[in-house]
T-cell receptor, first 111, second 114 residues
Framework: QKEVEQDPGPLSVPEGAIVSLNCTYSNSAFQYFMWYRQYSRKGPELLMYTYSSGNKEDGRFTAQVDKSSKYISLFIRDSQPSDSATYLCAILSSNTGKLIFGQGTTLQVKP | DAGVIQSPRHEVTEMGQEVTLRCKPISGHDYLFWYRQTMMRGLELLIYFNNNVPIDDSGMPEDRFSAKMPNASFSTLKIQPSEPRDSAVYFC????????????FGQGTRLTVV
């Protein structure tokens, strides 16, 4: 079993839609949860991170963590064509520094 | 700082040849990660270093793969001999410290083994 599972999609939505991206993880040793965004032919870039259960908002983006279920989500409100990218969840162990990623979900927002 | 620098950006090689990928992390960063990305498997962690010391190489697929970090400003990932299934984009990333710190990625090296 992979330590982080993520549906690769692809996911296609119309502009303005609410997007929900999800991951599950298996190891409770990981304390930090991140979302990276990757545009075509570029390296991933950090979008958001959180370390506690609950929600964290940043503009149109909301990261949600449920540690009891080992489930993490990213919601995008009022999605824009510029949001079209691959979104990767990531988990980090602060004890070891190990950072691992889900497979990534490819999102296309159509105008 | 110019960010994480990887070279070459593209590499095409014949099966059986040795391939060396290079990475210069951001100055002052303590952690360096090597990842491999494919459509089928996503972004896989191969190995990571803390202060130039390899911490976890459990993601290295085979003995054909090796990585070194001789100093804080340079790391290599070597594949010898290369095989077509090694074709992928290889990313290097660095982060400044343990804990919730952002990992900064290079542009990647696109490797094609024919």
């Amino acid at each position: 079993q992979k330590e982080v599972e993520q549906d690769p999609g692809p996911l296609s939505v119309p502009e303005g839609a609410i997007v929900s991206l999800n991951c599950t993880y298996s190891n409770s040793a990981f304390q930090y949860f991140m979302w990276y965004r990757q545009y075509s032919r570029k390296g991933p870039e950090l979008l958001m991170y959180t370390y506690s259960s609950g929600n964290k908002e940043d503009g149109r983006f909301t990261a949600q963590v449920d540690k009891s279920s080992k489930y993490i989500s990213l919601f995008i409100r009022d999605s824009q064509p510029s949001d079209s990218a691959t979104y990767l969840c990531a988990i980090l162990s602060s004890n070891t520094g190990k950072l691992i990623f889900g497979q990534g979900t490819t999102l296309q927002v159509k105008p | 700082d110019a960010g994480v620098i990887q070279s070459p950006r593209h590499e095409v090689t014949e099966m059986g040849q040795e391939v060396t990928l290079r990475c210069k992390p951001i100055s002052g960063h303590d952690y360096l990660f090597w990842y491999r990305q494919t459509m089928m498997r996503g972004l896989e962690l191969l190995i990571y270093f803390n202060n130039n010391v390899p911490i976890d190489d459990s993601g290295m697929p085979e003995d054909r793969f090796s990585a070194k970090m001789p100093n804080a400003s340079f790391s290599t990932l070597k594949i010898q001999p290369s095989e077509p299934r090694d074709s992928a984009v290889y990313f290097c990333a660095s982060s400044p410290r343990q804990g919730a710190s952002e990992a900064f990625f290079g542009q990647g090296t696109r490797l094609t083994v024919v």
